[in-house]
């Protein structure tokens, strides 16, 4: 889920949550509130009115009295001057946190509180038998005060009044407790709701944030053998993967960093090793010479001659550095060209056919392509490719009888070259790995092998950047065969004419 999803989605639960759950404990609260002063109260149908209005409620509370003492002040007024029986009413209106007073004219018959003498005073004059009526007077003062007014008059027709004064401050306990467990159920709410948030916050924010952090130090000390386990499809999950490319990335980067500081000081020996055998021979027959070992020109020739050859091989290790060093940094130099197959193919046979001829080794050309095809290529690396090829040939050949055979052949839109020896052959084992670099499936690297391991990499390189393809098949002393791919060249025309304007 997407942040700004995330972030809609929390405001709503701030919000809504807590309305829906303070409403929905508002109304069981109402109900039990409700059910609780019907029973202690005596009042019905509570539900009718507001709890929160605590006139109307303090007005339900002393109806009972109000009705009796009513029809008591127009049916018996008498009885409004019997002290006893007017503390039998006060006592009922004391369970509703009320209490009787009466007046006859100006003087106080009864009264039913205590220390209330300033609120006597406040009470409200008589309005005349006919204003009767269920309201309630607020009285204000050092105590507040609902007050219920009756207005009648004595037998002896003197003017009385009935006071029912309900106490503002003495409110009903439950009406206080229901408001104070809405209180408390609202904060509980509250809290519930921001532990909530605070948990999913904490799991999809921070928890990953903490995993992220404990990457980024790990990366930073080095570690890259961990896995950052943060995934989702958030940003903060997006983050993670990216964290996790990254490591990856690192990982391959260090581990072929490693590996091309392994080849290179293996690249660094083999080259040491290969240039110590034609410099030693080279010193030893350059001592030859200058000591007068070699004492006929015939000698003198051979050593000569020798010398060259050794100055070649050490001419051609150093060739191929340089072109390795071109090919770790994907700067090898290609002329490509238009080349017709049968004129190029006929021109390296019969180079090699002379240097061949001269180590007794046999040579045949088999060319099955229509002579006018054309490929696109660099000749000078394309015969690099053929004489390392034929090279290796050399160097493994083990049979007095030695041949090579080179074949051109049409693939449809390739041609194929084939280059067959019956030399030593490549076991099986090390089959795969011939084109990896600085690979040499002769351990030993005596001076008779000898090479850099890089030469048959470099072959790869090369076809692969003319868009080829190169492999081999061998049997142990039977001999190699090296296959490469290069598509051929065709002329695509445009059949639109030119229109001059």
């Known amino acids: 889920?997407?942040?700004?999803?995330?972030?809609?989605?929390?405001?709503?639960?701030?919000?809504?949550?807590?309305?829906?759950?303070?409403?929905v404990a508002l109304s069981v609260f109402q109900k039990l509130q409700t059910r609780t002063i019907e029973q202690a109260y005596g009042i019905r149908d509570a539900e009718g009115y507001s709890l929160t209005?605590?006139?109307?409620?303090?007005?339900?509370?002393?109806?009972?009295?109000?009705?009796?003492?009513?029809?008591?002040?127009?049916?018996?007024?008498?009885?409004?001057?019997?002290?006893?029986?007017?503390?039998?009413?006060?006592?009922?209106?004391?369970?509703?946190?009320?209490?009787?007073?009466?007046?006859?004219?100006?003087?106080?018959?009864?009264?039913?509180?205590?220390d209330n003498a300033d609120l006597i005073e406040t009470l409200p004059e008589c309005k005349g038998v006919s204003e009767n009526d269920r309201a309630s007077n607020y009285v204000d003062g050092d105590r507040e005060a609902l007050v219920k007014q009756i207005d009648f008059f004595f037998d002896n027709q003197t003017p009385g009044t009935i006071y029912i004064v309900t106490g503002i401050e003495e409110m009903v306990p439950e009406l206080r407790h229901f408001f104070l467990k809405i209180v408390i159920s609202i904060i509980v709410i509250l809290v519930f709701t921001a532990f909530l948030m605070i948990g999913w916050i904490y799991s999809s924010l921070v928890t990953p944030l903490k995993k992220l952090q404990v990457a980024a130090e790990n990366i930073k000390n080095g570690n890259l053998d961990f896995t950052v386990d943060v995934s989702g499809d958030d940003e903060i999950g997006q983050l993670g993967v990216a964290f996790e490319e990254m490591r990856l990335r690192l990982k391959d980067n260090a581990e072929e960093k490693i590996s091309d500081e392994k080849e290179n000081r293996a690249l660094i020996s083999n080259i040491a090793h290969d240039l110590k055998t034609?410099?030693?021979?080279?010193?030893?027959?350059?001592?030859?010479?200058?000591?007068?070992?070699?004492?006929?020109?015939?000698?003198?020739?051979?050593?000569v001659r020798t010398i060259y050859n050794k100055a070649n091989e050490m001419d051609t290790l150093i060739n191929e550095l340089t072109l390795y060093s071109k090919i770790d940094a994907n700067r090898i130099p290609y002329n490509f060209a238009k080349i017709n197959v049968s004129e190029y193919f006929q021109d390296c046979v019969e180079e090699i056919g002379l240097d061949l001829e001269a180590k007794g080794i046999g040579l045949a050309y088999y060319n099955y392509v229509d002579p006018d095809v054309m490929i696109i290529a660099d000749p000078e690396q394309l015969r690099r490719v053929i004489n390392n090829i034929i090279s290796n040939s050399v160097k493994y050949m083990d049979k007095k009888n030695g041949f090579i055979n080179i074949r051109i052949k049409d693939v449809g839109d390739f041609i194929q070259v084939e280059l067959e020896d019956n030399g030593r052959g490549i076991a099986q084992r090390d089959l795969p790995y011939i084109f990896d670099r600085f690979f040499r499936a002769d351990a030993s690297r005596n001076s008779a092998t000898g090479g850099s391991g890089i030469g048959l990499s470099i072959v790869?390189?090369?076809?692969?950047?003319?868009?080829?393809?190169?492999?081999?098949?061998?049997?142990?002393?039977?001999?190699?065969?090296?296959?490469?791919?290069?598509?051929?060249?065709?002329?695509?025309?445009?059949?639109?004419?030119?229109?001059?304007?």
């Open 1 to 23: 889920m997407k942040m700004k999803n995330k972030l809609i989605i929390s405001f709503f639960i701030v919000i809504f949550i807590p309305i829906i759950l303070s409403i």
């Open 53 to 114: 209005s605590s006139v109307q409620l303090l007005n339900r509370m002393t109806e009972e009295e109000y009705d009796q003492l009513l029809s008591d002040s127009v049916e018996r007024p008498k009885a409004l001057e019997d002290a006893h029986y007017l503390s039998t009413i006060n006592e009922g209106l004391q369970d509703a946190n009320s209490y009787l007073i009466v007046k006859k004219k100006n003087e106080v018959l009864f009264n039913g509180g205590q």
């Open 278 to 303: 034609p410099i030693t021979a080279v010193k030893g027959y350059a001592e030859g010479i200058i000591d007068g070992v070699a004492n006929t020109p015939e000698k003198v020739d051979k050593y």
């Open 460 to 501: 790869k390189k090369i076809i692969d950047d003319h868009g080829g393809k190169i492999w081999a098949t061998s049997k142990e002393d039977n001999g190699t065969t090296m296959y490469f791919v290069i598509r051929k060249y065709e002329e695509v025309y445009n059949n639109e004419q030119n229109i001059d304007c």
